[in-house]
T-cell receptor
Framework: GAVVSQHPSWVICKSGTSVKIECRSL??????MFWYRQFPKQSLMLMAT?????????EQGVEKDKFLINHASLTLSTLTVTSAHPEDSSFYIC?????????????FGPGTRLTVL | AQSVTQLGSHVSVSEGALVLLRCNYS??????LFWYVQYPNQGLQLLLK??????LVKGINGFEAEFKKSETSFHLTKPSAHMSDAAEYFC????????????FGTGTKLQVIP
């Protein structure tokens, strides 16, 4: 149980284009989803927290107009990197917390490797 | 504010030897604590979690961790290392009360030597 998928697993795009990454909870309802960014050989940096049906809460220093997050349903959240640039190249990981999950346990997707040329 | 410190960014053990990965936390309230494992180019997999029940927590793949309040520690152990245990391990902390933010440590890369 508690499986989270991400699509695509990797993407290469040209500078200036937009890229959408999907995060789905496959066997549970996720009231809250989280988006992280991981640089090589570093820990996870929380970018934003999204609750179904409401606006995402962004961490300090994360541009909300550049990283658009939509959490339209209890099983789907999307992250759109707008006007991507090479410095946006990174490993993006989403996680989901089950509805009523007060223990804070997050279940992680497999990640999406974004390369901007 | 909550934080996690993982001592040792790299740990090497021989196959069959004891694995000990250290984690110390800081939290203003009794915390929830987690250990996650990450294999190359993959997401994180939950190994085990402490949520204020038994202080010795058993997880998957033979790992366990003990919550020691007096030492503010949550070290991860496994009696006998296997080659498949080679991966990056992250300790994490959150504070109870709903969907609180989880703070991750910087990670410890475990190398298993045959």
């Amino acid at each position: 149980g508690a499986v989270v998928s991400q699509h695509p697993s990797w993407v290469i795009c040209k500078s200036g284009t937009s890229v959408k990454i999907e995060c789905r909870s496959l066997d549970f309802q996720a009231t809250t989803m989280f988006w992280y960014r991981q640089f090589p050989k570093q820990s996870l940096m929380l970018m934003a927290t999204s609750n179904e049906g409401s606006k995402a809460t962004y961490e300090q220093g994360v541009e909300k107009d550049k990283f658009l997050i939509n959490h339209a349903s209890l099983t789907l959240s999307t992250l759109t990197v707008t006007s991507a640039h090479p410095e946006d190249s990174s490993f993006y990981i989403c996680s989901a917390s089950a509805s009523g999950g007060a223990t804070g346990t997050q279940y992680f997707g497999p990640g999406t490797r974004l390369t901007v040329l | 504010a909550q934080s996690v410190t993982q001592l040792g960014s790299h740990v090497s053990v021989s196959e069959g030897a004891l694995v000990l990965l250290r984690c110390n936390y800081s939290s203003s309230v009794p915390p929830y604590l987690f250990w996650y494992v990450q294999y190359p180019n993959q997401g994180l997999q939950l190994l085990l979690k402490y949520t204020s029940a038994a202080t010795l927590v058993k997880g998957i793949n033979g790992f366990e961790a003990e919550f020691k309040k007096s030492e503010t520690s949550f070290h991860l152990t496994k009696p006998s290392a296997h080659m498949s245990d080679a991966a990056e391990y992250f300790c994490a902390v959150s504070e109870p009360g709903g969907y609180q933010k989880v703070t991750f440590g910087t990670g410890t890369k475990l190398q298993v030597i045959p």
